[in-house]
């Protein structure tokens, strides 16, 4: 009797062991759901019209988890409104099906547990519907879908189906990541996710692809983690040859998000012009009021050759925009990275020899030690390491670190040439760089441990 009890409570511990071990929260679960919203805000809607070839199910969404309640069968369409605040549900000919889904009602369909897939507004989409009425009569529409099929519906739009499976998989693993640790992004609307940038570009299924949901299927589960919680997995397109830290984009400094050399980036050059009167509409937009623009400077590079501060003088105030603020105020798409000069400061190659600086500094490299050495117009001389100096891709940076008493670059005749590398916030995971290590053989886990630090892939 003693050996069975103590059979007994080794197959319990054996039974326990996988929820004392690595990232066990629900959200690993298969069954576990998240809210997108779909329609929300300025966008809300009066009415819902839904479509299921095997009719519906009403329920209830409980936390992340979906409770059935009321099977419709025999209905292939829905009309939802919001009537007194109550969310109606009517069949296409009027017929009351429910008079209030509640706050919590949730609306599957019938073959929701087998992968169905749900219409609204013409739409497809794997999971169910819910409708939050609002004070004005009007709904916000959210999409309730497991965290897998979340991913099969946000892979190709950030990073296309045809791209090498290995990044396809890193993709997957980020994208999964970022979903869990943003959970409730948008509480005050009532969902966590929305499908724009502002989150992770998000399509359904008609978003789908096979490429794309086998290297979800392939990763089915795993995060990111740091000390056994899953990470905020920042990527974007292209680093310009180097990573950033968090705190030097943002203000947070987090351990797993450290700035790395890139050797894998892909050239992205860029180059765009603004006058100085587009500066100051765009300027006065974010509330500043900087009066007649006079001067455009470069205050500082951060220790990755990229940007760090700005400094614009008007005749109403100086205006100093720092780390990310320089892109969010003077437009991401335009400005689409910090790793920029002003007027023609980009050189023609990385190598042997001498290359023009915008500010009148020459750079040549020594073979003999890797060193570089920085030449003034006076022809003096000074000797630093080669890792004082940003170089990738044809550009080449000096890094002056922290602000000098003099502006490092200035611009004063009235329209400012910005000359860059990279596309995006440098935080994080490079897709353009995933993409050439997956073409040059390393798996997906050797990609997300070369950008993110001292982090496991579970």
Not at 40 to 53: A, Q, R, W
Not at 235 to 254: A, H, I, M, P
Not at 262 to 283: H, Q, V
Request: proline fraction near 3%; charge should be negative.
């Amino acid at each position: 009797m003693k050996h069975v009890r103590f059979t007994i409570m080794i197959i319990m511990f054996t039974l326990l062991l996988p929820l004392c071990s690595g990232y066990q929260a629900d959200a690993a679960s298969k069954r576990d759901y998240l809210k997108i919203g779909l329609k929300f805000g300025s966008n809300c809607v009066s009415t819902g019209i839904l479509k299921s070839d095997q009719g519906f199910l009403l329920g209830t969404i409980d936390g992340r988890r979906f409770e059935e309640g009321m099977p419709l069968p025999a209905y292939n369409e829905i009309v939802i409104t919001n009537e007194n605040g109550n969310i109606v549900v009517k069949d296409k000919d009027g017929i009351l099906l429910s008079a209030d889904m509640g706050s919590s009602g949730c609306i599957m369909p019938a073959d929701y547990d087998d992968d169905g897939v749900i219409y609204y507004d013409g739409t497809p989409y794997r999971g169910g519907v819910q409708f939050l009425g609002k004070s004005n009569g009007t709904m916000t529409v959210i999409n309730v879908i497991r965290l897998e099929h979340y991913v099969y519906g946000i892979l190709n739009s950030e990073l296309g189906y045809t791209n090498p499976k290995e990044a396809l998989k890193a993709q997957a693993v980020v994208a999964r990541s970022y979903a869990e640790q943003n959970l409730g992004k948008h509480s005050a609307d009532g969902f966590d996710l929305c499908t724009s940038t502002h989150c992770q570009v998000y399509k359904g299924y008609s978003g789908e692809f096979d490429a794309t949901n086998k290297a979800t299927d392939e990763t089915e589960g795993e995060f990111l983690l740091y000390d056994g919680e899953p990470v905020s997995a920042f990527y974007y397109k292209n680093s310009g040859g180097y990573t950033q830290n968090s705190e030097d984009v943002w203000s947070g400094k987090l351990p797993y998000l450290r700035a790395v050399k890139d050797e894998y980036s892909p050239s992205y050059p860029w180059s765009t012009s603004l006058s100085f009167e587009i500066i100051k509409t765009k300027l006065e937009s974010a509330g500043f009021s900087p009066g007649t623009i006079q001067s455009v400077s470069i205050n500082a590079y951060n220790n990755t050759g990229a940007v760090s501060e700005l400094k614009i003088v008007g005749s109403g105030s100086t205006v100093y925009l720092k780390k990310e603020n320089i892109r969010n105020v003077l437009g991401a798409t335009i400005i689409k990275s910090n790793m920029f000069t002003l007027g023609k400061g980009s050189s023609s190659g990385v190598g042997n020899g001498t290359w023009n600086i915008s500010n009148g500094l020459r750079v040549t490299e020594s073979d003999a030690d890797a060193k570089l050495y920085v030449i003034s117009d006076s022809g003096k001389a000074s000797k630093i390491d080669a890792e004082g100096v940003f170089g990738s891709n044809g550009q080449v940076t000096i890094l002056l670190g922290t602000r000098s008493s003099e502006p490092i670059q200035t611009v004063t005749n009235g329209t400012v040439e910005f000359n860059g590398y990279g596309y995006g916030h440098g935080v994080g995971m490079p897709q353009d760089s995933a993409v050439e290590m997956a073409k040059q053989g390393f798996d997906y886990k050797e990609i997300l441990e070369y950008f993110f630090t001292d982090i496991e892939v579970e």
